[in-house]
């Protein structure tokens, strides 16, 4: 006997088709209408004799190494030629599961890892680990055929294997109705998502759930997002769920908080530090608590408790809290974890300390995440969210049809990125829609759920919710900053804004050349690039967009009135005011450390830096030329806060107007 690679040119199929014979003969534990058609193209060849293995799976449109070739849409037609070829040949099943193949002509055998499918034969990659072997001589071809004949005497010509093989055939053969095939098609695209809102599947009657107070507080369309975030934190280990803002998530995440506690699970909320009362609200004996019979008693922490290790946050000890003992986590408003994980070597963030510390670690964690914007910039944004539902493994969905999760939402951002250059014309929600692709919607599909208010209404109707409110078009109303007509014009305080250094907030902007490198060390930030390379994010850049950011700011204060442009400005002469006390202080005599040997909390920095999250020796700066535009900003900022002061209420004519809130009707 020879040993056959079943790749290359040392192919079953090669082999096959050098066996100069009409008849062949077949046991094989699994059959496909696409490896026997090679099998019979090979000699080509008669089949007279196939022996099913008694478990023998008939995998009749092959697997996945074969989809190319079910979409030639030629399945029927090879189903139909096989049927023609069976009409004359005796099938029968085996007594016992045989443990391999074999391909008997009167020239030759081959016996092993060779069954009647595409990757048997050698013409696709095999599915499972074997040797192939060739006989050599007609010796070890009449052995193999003595054996040959020793199992088909026994077997059984009324199997199910072979009745299975006939029906299937059969079926695959048959002329199916326009209909029946549309209905199918249905079927397979959507069956999961059937399964996705079955309650009586998803959720556990015997917890009580639907006894809950929370649960008889919740809308029809508030249940299906509770039972389909269920069953996909269940299933995929995680869930987002993106309703418009005003649906009820925060209810929504109640409820399957409450589920998860009825099965003595341990649960986690992280809140935004402003948004932590909307959450302990509900564990208190409160008279604001309408859930006050649930008696939930999950745990509530800042995002900034993650990069914390130790003190009080509410009545939890960060000190001893045992982060890996959580079974589910909830992140209301997950889009500010958007940003990606540190790189190598730089500091862990709160996004590593999330995934790291509470997700991979200990036990199993299935993470719910509330945000109506989970992608704000970038389609990336989605994926680090994603990260926390499968631990970032990126083929986590492989099973579910995503290959790839970081390669489908590239695929998706690249589409983005060409639909946005497309004439104004062609840029219309429809090509988006049609651009993306399937992939990336599946994905959506699995990990998400998302429904707007013109969602309810035409799904769910407003019989229970009654109507949304309409949002009428604004009324553009025009007003006098100053009534006396003393304060300057609003583009000439632009101008003045404009001109604004904003040194205080740029300290690196100062940092001397021959130590710039140490800093960019330290705070840049090596990210993804939109084609998958990678790129820096510069800390110097971002301090450039932040004093961009300040100056809008600066504008926004005065859309409110004079009086918050004033307080804001003065906010900002205190930190200039206080930098160049802190320059002047400076005493060059003393030797400072390098900035790579102090850590962010290290009291040096107290004495011979500034800074709160990004740290700048003094030593390391040009301290006569930031000292030089320091003053220059607080000679503009001290000018346009006189100027302000000025500017009492009673002068400023937006608190003359007679505004009546008229941007919504309905209730």
């Keep these: ?261 009825l099965r003595n699970a341990r649960v986690l909320v992280l809140a935004p530090k402003r948004l932590r009362e909307n959450w302990t609200l509900w564990r208190r004996n409160d008279v604001r608590n309408i859930l006050a019979a649930d008696r939930f008693a999950f745990d509530v922490l800042n995002y900034t408790d993650l990069s914390r290790e130790g003190g009080l946050s509410g009545d939890v000890d960060l000190g001893h809290i045992n982060w890996a003992n959580y079974d589910l986590v909830v992140i209301d408003e997950s889009h500010n974890f958007r940003n990606r994980p540190a790189g190598k070597g730089e500091r862990e963030s709160r996004y ?55 390669g489908t939402i590239r695929v998706a951002q690249g589409q983005f990125n060409r639909w946005q250059q497309l004439p104004e014309g062609r840029r219309t929600p429809a090509k988006l829609l049609e651009m993306l692709g399937f992939d990336y919607f599946r994905l959506l599909d699995l990990l998400t759920i998302a429904r707007s208010r013109k969602h309810i209404e035409r799904y769910y109707g407003t019989a229970e919710t009654g109507t949304f409110p309409e949002k009428l078009a604004p009324t553009n109303i025009k007003s006098d900053v100053d009534l006396t007509g003393s304060f300057p014009p609003i583009i000439e305080i632009n101008n003045e804004i404009r001109r604004l250094k904003l040194a205080a907030f740029a300290p690196l902007r100062y940092v001397l050349e021959s130590r710039r490198a140490a800093y960019e060390r330290r705070y840049n930030q090596d990210v993804e690039g939109a084609g998958g390379g990678a790129s820096v994010f510069r800390q110097l850049d971002r301090e450039e967009s932040l004093i961009a950011l300040l100056r809008v700011n600066l504008l926004k204060r005065m859309e409110s009135s004079v009086h918050a442009f004033a307080l804001t400005i003065g906010r900002q002469l205190e930190i200039v005011e206080e930098l160049i006390t802190r320059i002047e202080a400076h005493d060059d005599s003393v030797t400072a450390p390098l900035i790579e040997d102090l850590d962010d909390d290290d009291p040096a920095f107290e004495q011979l830096g500034v800074g709160r ?46 505004i009546q809130p008229t941007g919504w009707l309905g209730s």
Excluded at 191 to 200: I, K, L, P, R, Y
Excluded at 246 to 251: A, D, R
Excluded at 369 to 384: G, I, W, Y
Excluded at 632 to 639: G, S, V, W
């Design 613 to 658: 999250s990004v740290r700048v020796l003094l030593s390391d700066t040009d301290l006569v030329r930031w000292r030089q535009d320091l003053a220059e900003d607080r000679e503009r900022l001290a000018r346009l806060h006189g100027q302000a002061q000025t500017v009492t209420p009673e002068r400023d004519g937006r608190n003359k107007l007679d």
């Design 352 to 406: 590593d300390r999330l995934l790291n510390a509470v997700v991979k670690a200990g036990v199993k964690t299935r993470v719910l995440m509330l945000s109506a914007t989970p992608v704000n910039n970038r389609l990336n944004d989605l994926k680090n969210q994603i990260a926390f539902a499968t631990e970032a493994h990126d083929q986590a969905l492989a099973g579910h049809g995503i290959a790839s999760i970081a």
């Design 1 to 261: 006997m020879r040993l056959v690679a079943n790749i290359g040119g040392g192919r079953a199929f090669d082999i096959l088709k050098g066996f100069k014979s009409k008849a062949l003969d077949v046991l094989s534990d699994q059959v496909s209408i696409f490896g026997a058609r090679s099998a019979l193209e090979a000699g080509p060849f008669d089949l007279k004799r196939v022996l099913l293995g008694s478990a023998a799976d008939a995998l009749l449109a092959g697997g996945d190494a074969d989809r190319h070739r079910r979409n030639r849409l030629q399945t029927r037609a090879a189903s139909i030629a096989l049927t023609r070829a069976l009409a004359n040949t005796e099938i029968r099943q085996t007594r016992l599961p045989p443990s391999q193949s074999v391909l008997l002509t009167q020239c030759g055998a081959i016996i092993g890892n060779c069954s009647l499918t595409t990757g048997g034969l050698g013409t696709a990659p095999q599915s499972q680990l074997g040797f192939v072997q060739t006989t050599e001589n007609d010796a070890e071809l009449a052995m193999v055929s003595q054996w040959f004949e020793t199992e088909w005497n026994p077997a059984d010509p009324k199997g199910v294997a072979v009745e299975a093989l006939v029906s299937a055939i059969t079926a695959a053969a048959a002329d199916h109705a326009p209909g029946a095939v549309y209905i199918q098609a249905l079927h397979q695209l959507f069956a999961e998502m059937q399964v996705g809102t079955d309650e009586s599947r998803i959720m556990d009657s015997a917890t009580g759930i639907r006894e809950t107070q929370v649960w008889s507080k919740l809308y029809r369309f508030q249940k299906d997002g509770v039972i389909g975030a269920i069953d996909k934190l269940q299933r995929f280990g995680g869930c987002i769920i993106a309703d418009s803002v005003g649906l009820g998530k925060t209810f929504e995440a109640l409820a399957v908080i409450k589920y998860f506690e």
